[in-house]
């Protein structure tokens, strides 16, 4: 019982004290370019605290929300999805061509075509690499990256099709600009009246509200739904599953084409809360950052949202290091990815450690 | 302790002094007192869940005891790990073996031990040391075969060595006989008697009291997570155990109605089934089994008889054949759709096939019957349905738990196989597959699940019984075939063939032509 105890204690330490092995390496690095670690973290603190940057935080985070819960949703399952990033990409150009191509309809119905084209762009990628795996066995991680680089091209190649020519002599490649229906209405109005001093400006939008009630109904549909209990026993145990009539390969085949669904969702904050055309230099990358999310987030859909969060705040104290200091911006860079691999390689420790503990608790 | 010190008192090897072992909500071992003498065999019995596989845990070094005191050779020691357990003399063999198929004897052997030389693995020098050691003992075993191509039998020997290569002075096996069949257990007592012999001491756990009168010096009975005596065997009877074990007498046999045998419900015809790589386990294999009775397959494992059960459930493609539940062909049915015809199937592994041990007590005992509307609210999962049905599954099936949220893994193993009968045995199947279905449990628990099966049967439940256990064939079959080698050698009615009969029957002796049986 009293060992119990402080099992519980480690496991909740676990990723405080990943985060404090990830700040212990930053310093180091931070000492080798002659720049004092303390001054630099106090700053990114100070700088963190700001309306301006909380809100900065909670707009990266948005994306990362939903790519971890459609990376965590296979890997769940033991599906390795890698091909979020493709995926994405078809989700987001789908949700352009609904975004500029329909006209007429009021913003909400706009907005649900939209979303639903995004998810169908995403299963439409994903469909094959699941197909393939669950019809010919081909392993899914060969199958999705190659659908990445397939997606790029494949974007790149419609985008010049359905381009602005309106746009004159300027070598601006990018689609037509999206009607108001097709804007994503911001929640700094909302956040200002209730009393958060939320810049005007911040790109912030109802995409963060749907990304947590996703993240929180997918945790609450693996706990508490008929297939959620199905998957969850294929992941712990397939052969048990299988012997109980569960058709392991038909589980996978679903959460396959739910996490390319999802993914497909993953560009839309930044598309219709942001730009408000699809271009060649659409963000890139939000895939595999949603990797590192869900394996930070053990691939609990829940704990997706902080880890999301934790991605944001080092995102947005690294662009304040990089105003206010003499720290090159390639040393952030590189600090940033080491900070998130130290974090994600201690807690993997952490965790292991305290399973180890548990089995002898438990086994 | 009140057991007779007898004649030999050769001094202990291990003495473990009021351990106590509690894990969330039971108490494990409450101040257990054993000795176990230097060159003894020392059984250790007692129902499922009574502290057993904890108690020689903690001398393993898996656990970490709450209270009380281990001496070595009358030396306080604390033991913090496994390693640290082998590196004191002290080797246990797992119910489930650790070993890794792939690998051959002789590498599963010196894994994790082995001899290195400049870097690389001296492994002449390695091979020497284990076949002497294997020839010291009298251990058939060729060691450059794939562990994954032993029988059971062979694998056991494989571990046994394994400890016995680390240095093993004391040896302990939790239920090394489960998983033997009659043969297999005489070589794995020739074994452990010339261990003996060779001054090694053996702790040794089983369920079959009659094995441990054969091959114990001294016996340990455990109740409740307390000592209840240890006793030398020669004053010893099995049902003056059977009674310190359960607190009352135990009726060691069962009554049986007679058979009544109604409709066929289950009708095997041409059936022939393909096992790992396209070889051929099941030929031509044809029975029925008619709703009110037991139907026994008996035989070596080995003999196909995981290939046919899997075929049956729908887990293995038939190759050709058909196999008719109530006139129906299901050989195109899906499992789900098979055990939604009233199939019920307990695996002959409880952990590999029979529980999803991660999750909980409550959600095991509705795995197979999740999709069952009784508990659906909608596409939700009804949650208090689910907690209503596996109270009253635990009550009346004496799965002991301190919550239905624990997790399956931390029930003993006999609680484990009490869950899976419990869930298998619900919504009152037709027919009902039951590979090993005591594996594991206690005298009171294999009686109370005999007269149960017989109950259902007789309300026309029809039961095809694969088994290992002679003593459970007899007990509890109507007809019974002989599996050997994919075939049936020769099918027995209740009362024609003796275990005698049948163990020829099972390593391919009898007459060439059967005595016509009507
Ligand atoms: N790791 C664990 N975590 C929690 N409870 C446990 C754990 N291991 C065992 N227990 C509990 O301790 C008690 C004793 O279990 P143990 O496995 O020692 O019984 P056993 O005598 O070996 O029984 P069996 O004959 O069924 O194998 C049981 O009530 C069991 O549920
Ligand atoms: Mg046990």
Known sequence: ?363 | MTGSLGTTSAPPIIELREITKRFPGVLANDRISVTVRAGEIHALVGENGAGKTTLMSILYGLYQPDGGQVLWRGRPVGIRSSSAALELGIGMVHQHFMLIPPFTVLENVILGAEPVRAGVVALAQARARVARLAELHGFDLELDARVGRLSVGEQQRVEILKALYRGAQLLILDEPTAVLVPQEIRELFRNLRRLRDQGRTLVFISHKLDEVMEIADRITVLRQGRVIDTVETSSATPSMLAEMMVGRPVLLQVPRPPALPGAGRLDVRGLSVEGERGRPRIHDVSFNVRAGEVYAIAGVQGNGQAELVEAIVGLRRAATGRVLLDGRDVIPLSVAERRAAGLAHIPEDRHRRGLVLAMSTRENLILGHHRRRAFSHGLLRDERAVDRFAAERCREYDVRVPRLGTPALALSGGNQQRLVIAREFAFTPGLLIAAQPTRGLDVGATEFVYRRLLEIKAQGLAVLLVSVDLDEVLALADRIAVLYNGRIAREFRRGEADAATLGLYMTGGGPPTGQAAP
């Open chain 1, 1 to 363: 019982m009293r060992s119990r105890g402080r099992l519980l204690l480690l496991q909740a330490a676990a990723p405080i004290v990943a985060v404090f092995a990830g700040g212990v390496i930053a310093s180091a690095i931070i000492l080798a370019i002659h720049e004092n670690p303390l001054s630099v973290f106090g700053l990114m603190a100070t700088f963190n605290m700001q309306a301006g940057s909380v809100a900065s935080i909670l707009t990266s985070a948005t994306p990362l929300i939903f790519a971890g819960v459609a990376t965590a949703i296979g890997f769940q399952v033991n599906v390795f999805n890698i091909g979020i990033e493709g995926q994405y990409y078809i989700g987001a150009f789908a949700a352009s061509l609904a975004a500029f191509g329909l006209r007429g309809f009021p913003a909400p119905i706009h907005l649900v075509l939209i979303i639903t084209a995004a998810m169908l762009g995403g299963l439409l990628w994903v469909w094959l690499p699941a197909f393939l795996r669950r019809r010919r066995g081909a392993h899914e991680v060969i199958t999705t990256i190659m659908m990445n680089y397939i997606a790029f091209n494949v974007v790149l190649y419609l985008l010049g099709l359905v381009r602005d020519r309106n746009l004159g002599s300027t070598v601006r490649i990018r689609t037509p600009l999206f009607p108001p229906s097709a804007q994503m209405p911001h929640l700094a109005p909302l956040l200002n009246a209730l009393g958060a001093p939320i810049p005007g400006y911040s790109p912030l939008n109802w995409f963060l509200v749907i990304a947590l009630a996703l993240a929180i109904v997918v945790w609450f549909w693996l706990r508490r739904s008929r297939f959620g209990y199905e998957a969850r026993a294929t992941a712990l145990n397939p052969l048990a599953a299988e012997a109980a009539g569960i058709v392991v390969g038909r589980v996978q085949f679903v959460m396959f084409l739910v996490s390319g669904a999802v993914a497909g969702c993953v560009g839309l904050s930044d598309l219709l809360g942001r730009a408000g055309y699809f271009d060649i230099d659409f963000p890139k990358g939000l895939g595999f950052l949603g990797i590192s999310v869900a394996l930070l987030a053990r691939n609990d859909p829940l704990g997706v949202i902080p880890a999301a969060l934790l991605f944001g705040y080092l995102n947005r104290g690294a662009e304040g290091i990089q105003a206010f200091t003499n720290v090159p911006r390639e040393v952030i860079t590189i600090l940033e990815a080491l900070i998130i691999m130290a974090i994600v390689v201690a807690y993997e420790i952490m965790t292991r450690y305290v399973r180890v503990l548990r089995k002898q608790e438990v086994a």
